[in-house]
């Protein structure tokens, strides 16, 4: 079954793209954007091996997933907002406020 | 025979001493007590106690057997079992016959000697508690009981020796008296194990070790016997561990009374009289104390004879008495001992209560050559102080000649001409200084013009009683020589050894001979210091003035070097050795924790790869196993 190796290879790279961005990114939306990219990794990977077993579950995950993203996508993007208006900048080596400094 | 006096003579003190001490604590904290309610409480008690011990000192002459009194079961481990028990038998009721009666007296003195001061109330609480921890050292039934007493006299000694605790000599000679104790405490605990072993675990008490001596070894008997002595030279101030006594002045005077006449260091005498069967199966052991004694019989008689402090000559006076009491008990002679001991109790008290009145009345002065011409002030004082020196030079009938005579026969008699020897030369000695003494403070002419003269009743009354006491001590043991009964002798005959038996010419010429050394001491005496010129007074100096130099050694020898052990210990072992190894396991930790702590920098893309690098090496191991399944 090779087609199943290419989708299972391509939502590997998906995710591990995502989570090289999300690491390697500092600007928040680029993160926000990495991990909605890791999402859709997974969610391929659902449906890949849904259809693969002819069983729904995974499907129906994969709406779950999908569903989850949306509504997080509402609170991350006003997270962002307020991120914004505190520090006026959206690059994330600024908001180290939770760091004590180690005598 | 059962008896529930034995413990009333106990508690009685010991609940004068906790009524006292209530009374005491309500005074500083509440409202004040009058001081008769002190003294009321401190005398009777001990006088009750004396009269419960009368009554059965009565009942024992009347023939009566051995009293006991148990109590309940104390200790049980494995074999040992140890009983709350109280013996009265002739020995115990003979020493708390005195012990209490010469207690009570000094009680009273003590009435007058400390009144207005602040600490009356805790003063009698102290004197009760050590009359009553004498009184159970002298009653107990096994040698664990004995303990009790004889650490509660320590700890007592302690806390009166250091009374004026504001001075720090006071302080220290407490503790001097203290530590010193500790280190013949220790000889007698491994002794009274030792002795434990050696019976083969065969119970404690004294009439069930008297009967099982049979059975132990005789070089754990010596063992056992050396280091109980140990234990003895410590209360009982001998050479080598007799430093605390002179010391133990720094206590008020009653305080002295009490100690070197009742309690206290005759507990050393009547601990080797109660392990009487322990000592007459080990000669050996019983020569070497008989030694000691001598030698410090006569140490201690050099000594005084240089000191200038009254009550510093008193107490090197008792320390040599004390020797002349070893000499007896280690060479078998019990009860000749024991009279000493009886006699000694009177003729000290009283001479410690006549320098207590001789020192108030110059308001705290102790040196004998700034007093002189007491006589003419005190002169019920004066008379009983001379009775009492008197008494103690050994010159007949008063009691110290037939008690100290009775010791020097014993020791002729048995070939210790040696022993002999010292103990007529410290005879001559103690006539010599004793007299010194008498001559300086009471005849010779005074520098001071005024004086303040105390004529307290509780002050006088003692010291009268007692002056009888030493006058007419002596005739209860007359000797048989004169026709006496010899009271003493045969009362404690159980616990001898060795009888007197010489014959009536050989004792007739040592009397005559102790009669004429004691009356060359009083002649040099008479001679140096009738009249004495006061405004060359002597001091203390030389080396008898310097007492040897011995608490210089004994400074050197142990204060110092335990002293730099200890600096050692601090300073190398605690602060470098284990300190530093502590604190570099520690500063370790914090060092690993500051460069751990960098991870922790709050920037969320760090922790978002610390998480994937953990997920990732999770998912690693868990695919290795399924790999290897």
């Excluded at chain 2, 009368?54 to 494995?78: H, I, M, P, R, Y």
């Excluded at chain 2, 109660?274 to 070497?288: A, C, D, K, M, W």
Aim: glycine share 8%.
């Amino acid at each position: 079954m090779s087609s199943l190796t290419g989708y299972a290879a391509v939502s590997m790279i998906l995710f591990s793209l995502g989570a090289i961005g999300v690491v390697s990114r500092r600007n928040i939306f680029v993160i926000y954007m990495s991990i909605e990219l890791m999402l859709n990794g997974i969610n391929l990977f659902l449906v890949t091996f849904a259809r693969y077993h002819f069983n729904m579950d995974g499907q129906i995950m994969s709406i779950m997933v999908i569903a989850i993203a949306a509504a997080e996508a509402a609170i991350f993007l006003s997270v962002i907002i307020l991120l914004f208006k505190t520090k006026k900048s959206l690059d994330t080596n600024m908001f180290t406020q939770l760091k004590e400094e180690v005598k | 025979m059962q008896t529930p006096y034995l413990l009333w003579i106990i508690l009685l003190p010991l609940a004068g001493a906790l009524i006292n001490a209530g009374f005491y604590f309500y005074h500083i904290k509440f409202r004040e007590v009058p001081e008769k309610l002190f003294a009321i409480v401190g005398t009777v008690t001990p006088f009750i106690a004396f009269l419960f011990t009368l009554n059965l000192f009565l009942q024992l002459l009347d023939g009566s057997a051995n009293f006991e009194q148990t109590l309940f079961q104390w200790l049980e481990v494995d074999q040992m079992s140890i009983e709350m028990k109280f013996l009265g038998d002739k020995l115990s009721i003979f020493m708390s016959m005195f012990v209490t009666f010469v207690g009570w007296l000094i009680h009273i003195y003590a009435v007058g000697y400390m009144k207005g001061d602040k600490g009356f109330g805790k003063f009698f609480a102290y004197f009760n508690l050590f009359l009553a921890s004498m009184l159970i050292l002298v009653l107990a039934d096994n040698p664990v009981i004995l303990f009790i007493g004889w650490e509660g006299v320590g700890v007592c000694s302690y806390l009166l020796i250091s009374f004026y605790y504001t001075d720090a000599n006071n302080v220290m000679a407490g503790n001097k008296a203290f530590i010193v104790n500790r280190v013949g405490d220790l000889g007698f605990i491994l002794g009274v194990v030792t002795l434990f072993f050696a019976l083969n675990q065969t119970g404690l008490s004294f009439t069930e070790m008297k009967a099982n001596i049979h059975l132990a070894s005789n070089d754990l008997l010596i063992l056992s016997g050396f280091l109980l002595f140990i234990g003895a030279m410590g209360k009982s101030a001998q050479v080598p561990l007799y430093v605390w006594l002179p010391d133990a002045m720094a206590g008020p005077t009653p305080i002295s009374a009490l100690i070197h006449a009742a309690t206290m260091v005759t507990a050393g005498i009547y601990m080797v009289a109660r392990f009487h069967f322990l000592y007459s199966s080990v000669e050996e052991i019983g020569l070497f104390i008989a030694y000691i004694g001598a030698i410090s019989a006569l140490f201690a008689a050099v000594i005084a004879t240089k000191q200038t402090d009254i009550k510093k000559i008193l107490a090197y006076s008792t320390m040599s008495q004390l020797g002349y009491m070893f000499i007896a008990v280690g060479l078998g002679f019990y009860s000749s001992g024991l009279f000493h001991v009886f006699t000694h109790a009177f003729f000290k008290a009283m001479l410690f209560m006549g320098a207590g009145g001789a020192i108030l009345a110059l308001h705290h002065e102790q040196n004998i050559f700034k007093m002189g011409q007491h006589r003419k002030r005190l002169p019920i004082i004066s008379a009983t102080f001379l009775i009492g020196v008197i008494a103690i030079s050994g010159i007949p009938p008063f009691s110290g000649f037939f008690s100290k005579d009775a010791i020097l026969a014993a020791a002729f008699q048995e070939g210790q001409y040696l022993i002999w020897g010292m103990g007529m030369f410290t005879a001559f000695l103690t006539a010599f200084y004793m007299f010194r003494l008498y001559f300086v403070v009471f005849k010779a002419p005074s520098k001071q013009e005024e004086s303040y003269v105390y004529t307290d009743k509780t002050i006088t009354f003692p010291l009268v009683v007692l002056a009888i006491g030493a006058i007419g001590a002596g005739f209860l043991n007359f000797p048989a020589i004169f026709h006496g009964s010899a009271f003493v002798d045969s009362w404690l005959a159980e616990l001898n050894s060795v009888k007197l038996h010489m014959s009536h010419g050989t004792e007739y010429a040592l009397m005559v001979a102790s009669i004429a050394v004691a009356a060359a001491g009083i002649f040099v005496a008479y001679k140096k210091y009738y009249n004495y010129d006061v405004y060359k007074p002597e001091t203390e100096d030389g080396l008898i003035g310097n007492k040897f130099y011995i608490d210089e050694i004994y400074h050197v020898l142990f204060v110092k070097s335990i002293k730099k052990m200890s600096v050692f210990f601090v300073e190398t072992i605690d602060d470098k050795i284990i300190d530093g190894f502590l604190m570099a396991t520690s500063k370790g930790f914090v060092n690993i924790g500051k460069k751990l702590a960098v991870i922790q920098n709050a920037n969320v893309r760090y922790y978002a790869f610390y998480m994937l690098a953990g997920i990732s090496v999770i998912s690693f191991y868990v695919y290795i196993t399924l790999i290897g399944q």
